[in-house]
């Protein structure tokens, strides 16, 4: 739920040509709290309160309510609604989204989000995308336990500093968003260019790894590396649905994600059947052969069909045409005004 209600605000809240830019801001706070949370359970685990490992229930459990009443104190669904911005600030957000994205609620064409190609290319990516992450925080400390032998307090603090290049999709946002400025690339041309690198690259890596022999320190530079490459494309698939639909952006990240979490379940569950037997690093081999051979599919899949236009059934057009029968409206209703007010003053 709450990754539809952020797609759904940030398409009201930022501004189209820094969508990548925001939305790899928000996500980076995801993996943020992976490291945080990884470090800080097993500190308390072994040193806090209520015999240890269930002091990091009630830690996490009290963040969560603090940002929760947070969240419901401080987000509002568009600046037209928000109380206590000034004047200044609404007339800024006004000119930069325009009428639409304000306070637009438009019915959900279901029958043509379910039948678009481009939406279900970005869902392909998207699990194939979700594949990578979920084998990596599941199951490479499995990996790093099972072929490269470390001991778990070693573990725990590479599988969460593996996640620290992830901040590195800033940035990559940032270019992005400087790439689909007017006179330089479309954005579907971006959108593809950076998929197709981040898969391309986060595969080749990933089978890398089972080749490189005993040689730890190696072993998990690649795999940070591979981190760091996939930063490059995970922005696309967790903002394309504002480049199809910004007025649907909430819905279509809720559909998309749905699919795209299916591979947590997936992934752990192949690692499982190809690991049964005894763990080895042939076994491993196939498991990240499999990574990429997914990497491969999802991307091919988006390259071909994929888009990052405005759809037409995004409801854009038909609320830009509401508010302009809206202004000629007010203004036919002046002129009658006017026209009743001169008419008084002469008799």
């Excluded at 969240?71 to 930069?96: G, M």
């Excluded at 306070?103 to 869902?123: E, M, Q």
């Excluded at 490189?212 to 996939?230: E, P, Q």
């Excluded at 394309?240 to 007025?247: F, M, S, T, V, Y």
Aim: net charge negative; aromatic share 12%; proline share 5%.
């Amino acid at each position: 739920m709450l990754m539809p209600a952020m797609h759904a605000l940030i398409a009201r809240w930022s501004s189209p040509q820094y969508h990548s830019f925001v939305v790899t801001s928000v996500f980076s706070g995801i993996d943020g709290g992976i490291v945080v949370g990884m470090i800080l359970s097993g500190v308390l685990s072994d040193f806090g309160f209520a015999g240890g490992w269930p002091s990091a229930f009630y830690v996490f459990g009290t963040i969560g309510c603090v940002c929760s009443a947070a969240w419901f104190i401080l987000c509002y669904d568009s600046p037209s609604t928000h109380p206590w911005i000034s004047p200044e600030e609404h007339e800024y957000w006004r000119s930069v989204l325009g009428n639409t994205n304000l306070v637009a609620r438009p019915p959900t064409p279901w029958r043509k989000i379910l039948t678009s190609v481009p939406v279900w290319a970005l869902a392909v990516a998207f699990f194939s995308s979700e594949w990578s992450l979920y084998t990596l925080a599941t199951c490479i400390p499995l990996f790093m336990h099972d072929v490269l032998g470390f001991d778990m307090t070693t573990n725990g603090t590479l599988s969460a500093v593996l996640f620290l290049p992830s901040y590195l999709m800033i940035p990559a946002g940032l270019f992005a968003d400087w790439l689909r400025a007017p006179g330089r690339l479309s954005t579907s041309v971006v959108r593809k260019l950076f998929l197709a690198t981040g898969f391309i690259l986060t595969g080749s890596l990933f089978i890398s790894t089972g080749y490189v022999g005993c040689n730890r320190a190696l072993t998990v530079a690649i795999m940070f590396i591979a981190v760091a490459c996939s930063t490059v494309s995970f922005p696309v698939v967790s903002i394309n649905q504002l480049d199809l639909a910004p007025l649907h952006a909430g819905k279509l990240m809720g559909m998309t994600y749905c699919i795209a979490s299916l591979a947590s379940i997936a992934a752990p569950h192949a690692v499982g059947f190809l690991t049964y037997h005894q763990s080895s690093r042939s076994e491993w081999q196939q498991v990240f052969f499999l990574t990429a051979a997914i990497f491969v599919v999802g991307g091919t899949v988006f390259v071909i069909f994929g888009s990052g236009e405005r759809q037409r059934w995004s409801g854009t057009e038909e609320m830009t045409l509401t508010v302009s029968e809206l202004e000629q409206t007010t203004n036919s209703q002046q002129i009658v005004a006017d026209d009743a007010a001169v008419q008084q003053s002469t008799v």
